[in-house]
């Protein structure tokens, strides 16, 4: 094991520990593996550099050692032996981050063998784990890299009220999913409003066909939660018979302890703000809005609530809940001073999220927000880490991160621009201008005519 | 240089409809027509047609002038494959009427009665430099017939002359859509496929013994096989959505054998099959930033089809294969630039090329004077994300730049608003 290995492995039982306020709980399975690929100290030099803190530092330099940010700045000072790249007329950001993605879940290729994001046996299915379905061999990962993206969430999809856990992940080539899975980040769970679940289910003529059956259910999962929290926590306070263990229940109860962050498929506003009064009621937190085409409507109450809108920059119109979808969404969501992250939800999508972002962008412009590049680089960087409990690591480019790092050929809010160099930690993973450093999933060797390459 | 001026146009001038005069000035000017790119010019529209290019150019009594910042003209933006105008919503059935598989209906399938010019669809995209789009019947769903039936082009510039051709093209689907659509195999997609052919070419030379009963049972009605015609006759071109390159090489012989005009849509893989496409002259409707190995058809989908395909001399035009996300395509024009078709072909994909699909069309895709002038004043580079729309003209006359989603957007601009937002006066 390199010395580098072993100070990850040191953070990750660190972090691991914070997270925990008692010795009793059990050790979580399928707990990381991931190990960073070899890296060298290494100074980016020359670059516009997006930091992801709300700057931008102009002909500035960035050092990475040991897997971390060593140091940025106008002025460094550098190791000999550093690996120097120039980036005179580049831009280096950190590494971008796409809440929702279902990439591994849905991989491609797009067949019925593949569909394995929505357990839609039941509407509630607390119990499952994206983790379980990630296809690690999913040509997507690889094209996303390209992309830029080095963390990504993975959510089960929004067929069911409560859909599972999701995972967040490093993306980095991997046999595994163990491999992949970001160290020290929590489980999340994926909830759906509106049309989805009820048109699933009330397709089937079973419960729920409606929204206010959606609610309904919800509650109903939440009260369960609650006294199975009761029961486990007084249990594991006074001692006694251990209660049963129920898998749907653990996950809810984990939420409503706080350990677990709630990501919310949701469109219409007037759904959100019931969302939000459920999760006061019940004592949780909703973390994050996804999709969220009509956060704008309610920008404000998502301010005030400390709720993340996670949404694209233009998609619309596909179903009834996303017909007053607006350009200026995320803009306004900006605007209003709430959480704005612009996520993905596709494996087309996420490759270009810095476009979207750039479209999503430039619509506040049209309306008169002055919003610049250096705030809107956090819409896909630093807001994401923040919505999915890895700001502490990766999202930014500071002192002490994880080296998550970008750097692009131009500005990266140009349709022309490219990702040129993708580090994660500290690691060279991806090099557009060397196909040695491109990874090939298994599933493209022998099945593409040029492999060796990107897609 | 002055204004360049054509004679006929002062000759054949149509009537008042469109009364406004308008300059642009400070433009560049793509024309993609005979006069290639002016730099730092302006565009003169008089009585709904291109009345000249020109840099100081004398500007008529009572004309608007528009004076832009580094502005950019180009052609309006033509969708080759869309939905546009005959569906609304896609999950609100009653809404959508470019699929159908309950009918018997197939070629004959006809959208022309179906579209709606006020669909707010329309504004939505128009605001955003789109005028004119194929709404074709969709093949490319689990219930479709194997033919799907015929696409009409429409402009987006209001509810009076919104539709420019009718009938324009037949849409079929081979490959994976088609096996599924005939419950079985590609070789039984192309047996049907060829049989609805041949029976419409007998039906066609034996009309009177049909009438009588005296022929043969065929596998399509009788409407399916008088709107084969038109595809038999080239009139109009047979759009197969086609994905695999072996695919595509069956779909080039057959319309070698029966003597079709072909457009091959989708195309994941033709890049591999680039110089025989070229050969035959059949250009490819794509999406430039498909590049997953998203079925066992498109294996070998790459971001660099465009460019490979347009090097090989393919004539390629853009699609995203939607209704609501025509916007996007100077996005996927963008990217193909990105990975190395050059950019004035990037350009050309979105509206030349596609306004040339389905017959040449008269003052679409390109701007020439003397032509009716369906442009776009951009804010910058039309291929570029952070750029947008500024005036937006469909047949000279100059579009509102309103929409539904404009309206939502200013009624919720400010949250703070005393006024409820249901009270708040639209703008």
Known sequence: MTVQNGMVLLLVLVLAGCSRDTNEEPTQPFASTYTPLKSVTTVIRGATVLTGTGELIENASLLMSDGRIKAIGTKLRVPRSATEIDADGKWVTPGIIDVHSHLGVYPSPDVQSHSDGNEATAPVTADVWAEHSIWPQDPGFAAALAGGVTSLQILPGSANLIGGRGVVVKNVASRTMQDMKFPGAPHTLKMACGENPKRVYGDRNSAPSTRMGNVSAYRQAWAKAESYRRKWDAYEENGGEQPDRDLQLETLAEVLRGKISVHNHCYRADEMAIMLDIAKEFGYKVTAFHHATEAYKIADLLAENGTCAAMWADWWGFKLEAYDAIRENVALVEKAGACTIVHSDSDIGIQRLNQEAAKAMAAGWRVGLDIRPEQAINWITSNPARALGIAEQTGTLEEGKNADVVIWDGDPFSVYTHAEKVYVDGALVYDRLDPAVQPVSDFSLGTRDDTGGQP | ?427
């Not at chain 2, 051709?165 to 590609?186: C, D, N, P, Y």
């Not at chain 2, 989908?301 to 996007?328: C, M, P, W, Y």
């Open chain 2, 1 to 427: 240089m002055t204004l360049v001026r054509s004679a006929l146009c002062w000759l054949f001038f149509i009537a008042a409809a469109h009364a406004e005069t308008v300059m642009i000035k400070n433009v560049t000017i793509h024309t993609l027509g005979p006069l290639g790119t002016i730099t730092n010019g302006a565009v003169l529209i008089e009585d709904g047609i291109i009345g000249g290019f020109g840099i100081d150019v004398e500007v008529p009594a009572n004309t608007r002038v528009i004076i832009t910042e580094a502005g950019v003209v180009t052609p309006g933006i033509y969708d080759p494959y869309s939905y546009l105008g005959i569906e609304e919503i896609n999950l609100v059935e009653e809404t959508v009427d470019g699929r159908q598989s309950g009918s018997r209906f197939t070629a004959s399938f006809d959208v022309v009665p179906a579209i709606n010019p006020r669909s707010t669809l329309l504004p939505i995209s128009r605001i955003e430099g789109i005028t004119h789009a194929m709404a074709a019947p969709q093949p490319e769903w689990s219930d479709a017939h194997l033919i799907s039936g015929l696409g009409a082009v429409i402009n987006l510039g209001g509810t009076d002359d919104y539709l420019v051709k009718g009938g324009a093209a037949l849409f079929v689907q081979l490959g994976e859509g088609g096996a599924a659509s005939v419950h079985g195999s590609r070789s039984a997609a192309v047996l049907a496929l060829r049989e609805a052919l041949e029976d419409a070419r007998d039906y066609d030379r034996h009309r009177n013994a049909y009438d009588e009963g005296r022929r043969r049972d065929y596998s399509v009605g009788r409407y399916d096989l008088e709107a084969l015609q038109g595809v038999l006759n080239r009139e109009i071109p047979i759009v197969v959505s086609v994905n695999r390159a072996s695919d595509i090489e069956l779909v080039l012989e057959l319309a070698e054998q029966e003597d079709l005009w072909l457009i091959v849509n989708g195309g994941a893989e033709a890049w591999m099959v680039a110089d025989r496409l070229d050969a035959a002259g059949v250009a490819v409707i794509l999406d430039p930033t498909r590049n997953l190995p998203e079925h066992f058809e498109s294996l070998n989908a790459t971001l660099q089809s465009a460019a490979r395909l347009h090097e090989a001399g393919v004539k390629i035009a853009f699609s995203i294969s939607d209704s609501h996300n025509s916007r996007n395509l100077r996005q996927l024009a963008g990217n193909a630039v990105a990975n190395g078709l050059p950019w004035i072909e990037g350009l050309r994909a979105i509206t030349a090329t596609p306004a040339s699909l389905y017959g040449p069309e008269d003052g679409i895709g390109v701007l020439q004077i003397g032509r009716p002038a369906n442009l776009v004043v951009w804010s910058g580079d039309p291929l570029e994300v952070t750029t947008y729309p500024s005036h937006v003209f469909i047949d000279g006359e100059s579009m509102s730049m309103q929409s539904r989603q404009t309206l939502l957007r200013d009624r919720y601009m400010e949250l703070d608003d005393d006024t409820p937002p249901a009270y708040r006066p639209i703008q």
